[in-house]
């Protein structure tokens, strides 16, 4: 995948991101891409247990065999989570493609109730497992744009 599919990318998850706010949920999107770069599939956040990425990483993993699966790309608006990497990683989603990282999302949100952050790197949760799963991101280019929901939904 090429930096401008990666954009590209990054901005259809963000328009999942946007219409999960605009229902009500957190403003993370997320979408599954396959090695022929055609979006397999599409998540946004539903609640603080059920994550974009999370929910994603186990439709795709009962949708499709380990093997297809680490041929794929989860792109993510934001840095997942502790808890999203590892489902990324138990998945066997091969790429993972991020916009902006979570001290970004932590300076908007501070001590948000509903978004209680861990200062635990995507990268230092894969590198502590044995496959290597490769991780592009942040994007800085696209990081404002990307947070821009975040901004007004987090002040509620």
């Known amino acids: 995948m090429t930096r401008d599919q990666m954009l590209a990318h ?15 949920h957190h403003p993370f999107g997320a979408v599954l891409v396959g090695p022929d770069d055609a979006i397999l599939m599409r998540q946004g956040n ?26 794929c790309t989860l792109v993510s608006t934001g840095e997942p ?29 501070g001590d948000h109730a509903a978004n209680p952050t861990m200062s635990l790197s995507s990268r230092a949760v894969l ?12 994007f800085p280019e696209v990081a404002d744009e990307l947070l821009a929901p975040h901004r007004e939904f987090w002040k509620r």
């Not at 186990?58 to 680490?70: C, D, G, I, Q, V």
């Not at 808890?83 to 970004?104: H, Q």
């Not at 590198?127 to 942040?138: A, C, L, N, T, W």
Request: charged share 20%.
């Open 81 to 109: 989570c502790a808890m999203c990497t590892g489902t990324v990683y138990w998945a066997n989603i091969g790429r993972l493609v991020y916009g902006f990282e979570e001290t970004k999302l932590l300076a908007l949100t």
């Open 10 to 24: 990054l901005r259809s998850a963000d328009a999942v991101a946007r219409e999960a706010a605009a229902h009500g």
């Open 127 to 138: 590198d502590s497992g044995q496959k290597k799963i490769k991780v592009f991101g942040p």
């Open 46 to 71: 539903i609640d603080t247990v059920h994550h974009a990425e999370t929910e994603l990483a186990r439709r795709a993993a009962a949708a499709y065999s380990p093997e297809f699966l680490w041929t």
